[in-house]
């Protein structure tokens, strides 16, 4: 009776511990909930039946809302996420601010595959702080059977004014087809993500070299004007709801005969068993206006070990596994090359299957690697980024200002008072964060 205890003892405490461990490699992931990162939360199975230790928890949201959640937790330090999918914007801002952890990664890894402009976007003082998943630039997607139906030809490099021609000849109301989706949605990275392309690319900035903000000035109003314009005549209705995801059901449900954003639709667009228009979808670069400056985005959706978390060895060893070259095979297995993550490394683009499979491998790697952060606009700016400027302030004034620039959308305010406000919000952020006087 008494060997019966104690072996019951024993195994009570046995079972504790290992409780106890797994408790300790739990690894919460913060994560957007876009196809390329549900395919990951799926595929993730593997690495933890490869690694028992580990035990993956998920809190999958919507763009906005996952910005919003981890800035919160990081800057306070609460500790709620072990992974934290980030981009180009926070990787440099926090990694100064000593908010995350630096990641050496292993040999095995090898970093020197990934593509430099990628890499350098997700490093600080020559450190790596974030890992990408996936990289984009912005392009134009357009159906090619509704160009040749109406004997329209896309330029080689259309500028906005092609576009919006060609958005008034495309657009069937009356059979749900609209000539252009673009992003409505209000938000720093959803709608001027794309706003700012097109300032750019008319010759504005976010601020002038003294750090003055610039929205009040007419390269600004050309370009939001347009922006406005082409979703209220040829746009679907309610797009000032649309992200990302909806444009993408939008296109690829056949509704869009054109729409810009991110390259990393391409490989989801051409994939037939979830788009109706794999077929007939065809793709340009983003639109320009009176200069290239500017005009197409760079963006790294990636992986980030913040400092407060508490299974850091295996965060890491996940952050890893995710972005490696063994798991782009691992996504080409499942749905297809076509359909691997794009935009991270030399090795997908050199690959012959992807080539194959991927019509559109070396313009989107082409549009990667010309977009240029470090000289985004016509005229000098004092900061770094295509779609936003470097600087902490920065998520605020672009959230504001893409709710100013929306309800000009909806027409709840006109795009005079819409850039005269958003103008006078960016100043006062800007005096409060000592750039002013």
């Known amino acids: ?91 440099p801002i926090w990694a100064k601010r000593g908010w995350l952890s630096p990641l050496d990664m292993p040999a095995s890894y090898d970093l020197d595959d990934v593509i430099k402009a990628v890499r350098d976007g997700l490093s600080y003082e020559g450190k790596l702080y974030a890992v990408p998943f996936y990289a984009e630039s912005s392009m134009t997607y357009y159906r090619k059977d509704l160009f040749d139906a109406k004997g329209l030809k896309m330029p080689a490099q259309p500028t906005w004014n092609d576009v919006a021609g060609f958005a008034e000849k495309l657009t069937d109301k009356a059979k749900g087809t609209y000539g252009i989706c673009l992003r409505g949605r209000a938000g720093w990275g959803e709608n001027m993500a794309l706003v700012t392309t097109m300032a750019n690319t008319n010759g504005g900035r976010w601020f002038d070299e003294k750090w003055k903000p610039t929205l009040d000035t007419p390269e600004w109003k050309k370009a939001v004007t347009q922006y406005v314009d082409l979703l209220n005549k040829y746009g679907p209705p309610g797009a000032s709801a649309n992200g990302f995801n909806e444009n993408l059901v939008l296109f690829g449900g056949g509704k869009c005969a054109m729409w810009v954003d991110a390259t990393v639709a391409a490989g989801m667009l051409y994939d037939g068993k979830e788009s109706k228009v794999a077929d007939k979808v065809a793709f340009a670069p983003a639109p320009i206006a009176s200069t290239p400056k500017g005009a197409h985005w760079l963006w790294m959706w990636s992986l980030a070990i913040p400092k407060s978390s508490k299974s850091q060895d295996a965060a890491k060893k996940f952050a890893a596994w995710a972005t490696s070259k063994e798991y782009i095979q691992l996504v080409a297995k499942d749905k297809g090359w076509a359909s691997a993550p794009s935009g991270t490394r030399k090795s997908t683009y050199a690959s012959p299957e992807y080539q194959k499979a991927a019509p559109f491998a070396s313009f989107v790697l082409n549009s990667i690697e010309t977009a240029n952060p470090t000289d985004p606009t016509l005229q000098k700016v004092p900061y770094i980024g295509v779609q936003f400027a470097t600087i902490p302030e920065f998520q605020s004034i672009g959230t504001v200002v893409g709710q100013t620039i929306a309800g000009a959308l909806t027409g709840k305010t006109t795009i005079d008072a819409a850039l005269k406000t958003a103008q006078a919000q960016a100043e006062r952020a800007m005096k409060q964060g000592g750039y002013l006087k």
């Open 1 to 91: 009776m008494k060997r019966k205890t104690l072996l019951s003892t024993l195994a009570t405490a046995l079972f504790a511990t290992v409780g106890l461990a797994s408790a300790a490699s739990t690894v919460t992931i913060a994560s957007i909930n876009n196809p390329d990162m549900i395919e990951l939360q799926k595929l993730s199975k593997q690495f933890e039946t490869a690694n028992p230790d580990i035990k993956l928890r998920w809190v999958v949201l919507e763009e906005g809302v996952l910005r919003q959640r981890v800035t919160t937790d990081i800057a306070t330090n609460s500790g709620q996420f072990d992974l934290m999918t980030i981009g180009a914007y926070e990787a």
